[in-house]
């Protein structure tokens, strides 16, 4: 089992920043995969930025030169510095980490963090 706990959401005006973390512990694998999804009100769950453990950081065009995926692999946690924030940013935040083994992988989530952008 893995364990996620996010922080660092919050209320904040357009063209504001926030940083968001995830601290993951468990059995995680040595090559897994960690990052962001947001789900937005009446709207399906989104991918917004993932990083893998070899380095590769893969984001969502809608976010791109915006956020910013980093991770500290000694302390298992994954960070999303959002700046230029708009109010279509405005979704639950959902950590997600991706134990990857030969033939697939298996999601674990963490509880959501509410990131809300006033215009």
């Known amino acids: 089992q893995v364990q996620l706990v996010e922080s660092g959401g919050g209320l904040v005006q357009a063209g504001g920043s926030l940083r968001l973390s995830c601290a993951a512990s468990g059995s995680i694998f040595s090559l897994n995969r960690m990052g962001w999804f947001r789900q937005a009100p009446g709207k399906q769950r989104e991918l917004v930025a993932t990083?893998?453990?070899?380095?590769?950081?893969n984001y969502a065009d809608s976010v791109k030169g915006r956020f910013t995926i980093s991770r500290d692999n000694a302390k298992n946690t994954v960070y999303l510095q959002m700046n230029s924030l708009k109010p279509e940013d405005t979704a639950v935040y959902y950590c997600?980490?991706?134990?990857?083994?030969?033939?697939?992988?298996?999601?674990?989530w963490g509880q959501g963090t509410q990131v809300t952008v006033s215009s």
């Open positions: 997600n980490l991706r134990n990857v083994y030969t033939y697939g992988g298996y999601d674990y």
């Open positions: 990083q893998d453990s070899l380095g590769n950081a």
